[in-house]
């Protein structure tokens, strides 16, 4: 019961602070959730996709403590740890990135480029949260429908990635390209 209960108290907590990040930008005039934003109906496609496959997999993940066996090895203790490393990361990635962060990009909404913090040692680490927080729960209630969620989602986070690379490169030329040669991707 306390593994189940600590599960879904870290997936509350990660779902608080990207709600809780989203409301104060809105409150500022800033669009947070872009995805499907975009003027390609390819790009925007994959991004109403990933809109609805975090979603389902955020409901999911809720669902899970009380739809779903516990993992009876250690690894339950594993994925507890990658769960709330997941939310230390998010916290810290989504606050480092003050009134720049959002869900997806277009070209409309400009925003600056943040090299700084938690960005000095990843370029993308509120998505390197996600892939926490979903490799977390697949350990900690393994089954089918999470390990396909998680392997899922980070397939689809790294596509959206790239994407994003491709619009900062774009958008910050040199200064981006120079910020990849010294800052991996992930970790």
Do not use: C, H
């Not at 250690?74 to 810290?92: E, P, S």
């Not at 720049?100 to 925003?111: H, I, L, P, S, V």
């Amino acid at each position: 019961m306390l593994i189940r209960v600590s599960a879904l108290l870290g997936l509350t907590a990660f779902y608080l602070i990207y709600l809780g990040k989203a409301w104060v930008l809105r409150k500022q005039g800033i669009k947070v959730n872009l995805l499907g934003d975009k003027q390609s109906s390819r790009e925007k496609y994959f991004e109403i996709v990933l809109r609805i496959m975090t979603g389902f997999g955020a409901l999911i993940q809720f669902l899970a403590p009380f739809l779903f066996a516990v993992n009876q090895t250690g690894w339950r203790y594993a994925g507890l740890v990658l769960t709330f490393l997941g939310v230390i990361l998010f916290f810290i990635a989504v606050k480092a990135m003050g009134l720049n962060w959002r869900a997806g990009f277009n070209e409309q909404q400009r925003t600056e480029l943040v090299t700084t913090g938690i960005y000095r040692f990843s370029r993308n680490p509120a998505f390197v949260a996600f892939d926490l927080l979903y490799l977390g729960f697949a350990l900690i209630f393994p089954n089918l429908l999470m390990i396909v969620m998680a392997v899922l989602a980070l397939f689809l986070f790294d596509l959206q990635i790239r994407g994003e690379e491709n619009y900062l490169t774009t958008v910050f030329g040199e200064r981006y390209r120079d910020y990849q040669k010294a800052v991996r991707r992930y970790l």
